[in-house]
């Protein structure tokens, strides 16, 4: 079995497990979306909306924090969100599966769809805007769309500076010998893109599958892969003053000053994966994992701050009040 196809079966698996949740799309999410224990079920991320709180998870559920309490508000769609992003009070976007897209104008009230293709059959995993009208959506097997309009019209990007050596190679073969097999073989190489954050100098990290870490210093438009040293996959980045800290599978978490040349492991005391990242005002660093871990960060040492049986935690955000707030396979909740 070659390189290529040996990783492309192992992706297959692990991408699996990202389309099980798949849900009728006859349906229509307007009668049947709001759910009275919305709140306790799977929920993905949660992003700051101004003043608000904004979550997203399962079946397109999207649930506002407002006045002190969480409420549902309906989605065109009920297909999961895997993220939510605010590029400022009222202007924000969510992703998910199928690659959907939606959008609100009124700071997460209400919803519209800007993309969704259920033959691209490829969940996005991350969004980013740098400007009101230009972003950045990716994905899983290397799904890259951009927009120059707000996200009116989107379109896909191959960006094979991040592919294998090998596999650049065995696709310009393939090119020259068969276009149909080359663009099927093609959507099925890149790895997953699983978090995107802009650095306070304005270059784009990139994180993924397979200890993939890449930057980009012209919006995306072309990346140069890190020399990482570790081959797990990478679920999140965040920044914290002059340090970078990716983060990911079997509690594998990296840091780095902005020269992204120098990883130093951060000394953690579980083995679970590490999905969330949020750092305060005060640059106090807090990650949130599996097995329901939280985390508190102090350069390359970590401590329990508490650890939630039975649950994954996936996402953190502090409130207007300044209490955190975590999302995860049961739901949104505080710590006591």
């Not at 002190?68 to 969510?94: C, M, R, S, Y």
């Not at 650049?168 to 010998?177: F, H, M, Q, T, W």
């Not at 995107?196 to 990139?206: G, W």
């Not at 949020?278 to 701050?305: F, W």
Request: aromatic share 10%.
């Amino acid at each position: 079995m070659t390189f290529s196809m040996l990783r492309s079966a192992v992706a297959i698996g692990i991408c699996a497990c990202l389309y099980t949740a798949s849900v009728d799309a006859q349906l229509d999410p307007l009668t049947v979306q709001i759910q009275p224990l919305a709140q306790s079920s799977l929920l993905l991320d949660i992003a700051n909306a101004g003043d608000n709180l904004v979550a997203v998870g399962q079946r397109g559920n999207v649930l506002l924090y407002k006045n002190e309490q969480w409420q549902q508000v309906a989605t065109p769609v009920i297909t999961h969100l895997t993220k939510v992003f605010f590029f400022d009070d009222l202007n924000g976007w969510a992703v998910g599966h199928d690659a959907t897209i939606i959008h609100t104008k009124d700071g997460g009230e209400t919803w519209s769809v800007q993309m969704q293709s259920t033959k691209i059959e490829k969940p996005f995993m991350d969004i980013r805007f740098y400007s009101e009208n230009d972003g950045i959506a990716v994905g899983a097997y290397g799904l890259f769309y951009r927009t120059a309009d707000g996200g009116k019209t989107w379109t896909d990007e191959f960006h094979q500076e991040l592919l294998f050596e090998e596999d650049i190679g065995y696709l310009n073969d393939l090119k020259a010998e068969d276009e149909a097999l080359y663009l099927s073989e093609r959507a099925a190489l890149l790895p997953h893109f699983n978090r995107l954050i802009r650095l306070a100098d304005s270059r784009l990290l990139l994180v993924g599958e397979l200890g993939m870490v890449a930057v980009s210093d012209d919006n995306g438009q072309t990346f140069t892969k890190v020399d990482f040293g570790y081959e797990g996959s990478m679920f999140n980045a965040i920044q914290v003053a002059d340090s970078i800290y990716v983060m990911g599978l079997r509690g594998n978490v990296f840091k780095s000053d902005l020269s992204l040349s120098d990883w130093q492991q951060v000394d953690l005391p579980v083995e679970s994966s590490i999905n969330g990242a949020l750092v305060t005002q005060n640059n106090d660093l807090y990650l949130v994992g599996n097995a329901g871990i939280v985390l508190s960060v102090d350069d390359t040492k970590a401590e329990i701050i508490t650890r939630r049986q039975g649950e994954n935690i996936v996402a953190i955000a502090k409130d207007s009040k300044g209490q955190l707030w975590f999302a995860g396979s049961k739901g949104l909740f505080q710590l006591n």
